[in-house]
């Protein structure tokens, strides 16, 4: 059985997460042999891992972690560096790698292990080959000068997820529809991995949703028999007429998902009357929404307007673990999450 420790190390590696906070291994298992031949066959070789990080990315772990494996070596006569870690080393330094800018713009793939936040030690004993995994093409640093945030999965998704995680009986055999989809990452997590019957997947940006078609054939849900499907939704407008009434009839939304979508005072506005247009077509629909709180007041005036239009919200209590005590869907809680299950008025369920 794999050491707890490294199963944790590249589960964060091939997150993407920044070396700076890796759990990096401690030094006695750096030093043996065999640590380092696990190390490069999963986290560097391509012939295994087809879908690794980028090289720009590889190189700026591997650099510190051959630097750790020869501060642990003891005794250079017993212990030595792995010559296939060496050798990728000197290929990735001698490579013409993208320019920090021209990296910003590429995407890469992103893999996230998907298990509950509930039994954190027990979820590290899984072997690699056993773990459910959800793997997205990103561009997990484009942010400032982008016209859309939805190439990138943000923290409130990863939050969401890993409550749905926890609750999977929300998703269980329901059609599941998503609201500014971004990546997918909700959408495909429903689907693959917590028994979806169904998963319409919805962005306002069209580049955005062409993307989704991609993320869905990484992850085996491309020809499922029509399982998942993406769409241009633009929040605000009427549904009559349009493929929204088509899909509903043919898939009755059961619950409505949506995560770091409050973040735009301006669209708050539409969001919420597409809300109160979803809780007319299917009175009985329940949508969860997940947003991170960067600014109280926004986040406030999403409230606000669903309280003006009687909507029911109850607050859900689910809060993320300290970083260093997460073991799959790795994300910062430096910044408060909100998450609340929202019905339709009243009058309008008892119709």
């Not at 030094?27 to 043996?32: A, I, P």
């Not at 056993?130 to 859309?148: A, K, Q, V």
């Not at 769409?231 to 619950?255: H, I, M, Q, Y």
Request: proline share 7%; charged share 25%.
């Amino acid at each position: 059985m794999m050491d707890p420790q490294l199963v944790l190390f590249r589960r964060q590696y091939l997150q993407l997460f920044e070396p700076d906070f890796l759990a990096w291994p401690p030094k006695q298992l750096l030093r043996d042999a065999d640590v380092q031949s696990w190390l490069h066959a999963n986290l560097f070789n391509s012939d295994k891992n087809p879908r690794l990080p980028p090289e720009r990315y590889q190189l700026r772990v591997l650099k510190p972690l051959v630097k750790k494996i020869e501060q642990s070596i003891e005794d250079p006569e017993e212990d030595e560096i792995s010559d296939l870690l060496m050798t990728h080393l000197s290929t990735l330094i001698t490579s013409t790698l993208p320019s920090e800018s021209q990296a910003v713009q590429q995407k890469s793939h992103v893999t996230f292990v998907c298990l509950p936040p509930t039994s954190p030690q027990q979820n590290l004993h899984l072997p690699p080959s056993e773990e459910p995994t959800l793997t997205l093409l990103e561009r997990p640093h484009l942010i400032s000068g982008s016209l859309t945030t939805g190439f990138r999965t943000w923290e409130a998704a990863l939050h969401l997820g890993s409550y749905l995680l926890t609750s999977p009986d929300l998703i269980r055999g329901k059609n599941v529809l998503e609201l500014g989809a971004g990546t997918g990452f909700l959408s495909i997590l429903a689907a693959k991995h917590l028994g979806a019957q169904h998963v319409t997947v919805t962005d306002g940006d069209e580049g955005v949703v062409e993307a989704l078609k991609e993320n869905f054939f990484f992850n085996g849900l491309d020809d499922e028999g029509g399982r998942v499907g993406a769409s241009v939704l633009r929040w605000g407008r009427g549904f009559k007429g349009t493929w929204v009434e088509e899909e509903f009839e043919k898939w009755p939304v059961d619950l409505v998902v949506g995560a770091d979508i409050t973040y735009d005072k301006q669209a708050i506005s539409a969001l919420v009357a597409t809300m109160r247009m979803l809780f007319e077509l299917r009175p009985g629909v329940q949508v969860l929404i997940a947003g991170t709180v960067r600014n109280a007041e926004t986040f406030g005036s999403f409230t606000s307007a669903c309280e003006r239009n009687h909507f029911e919200m109850t607050e859900i209590d689910f809060q993320p673990r300290p970083i260093r005590e997460q073991t799959a869907l790795f994300y910062a809680k430096a910044v408060p999450f909100k998450t609340f299950l929202i019905r339709g008025p009243p009058i309008e369920r008892a119709n």
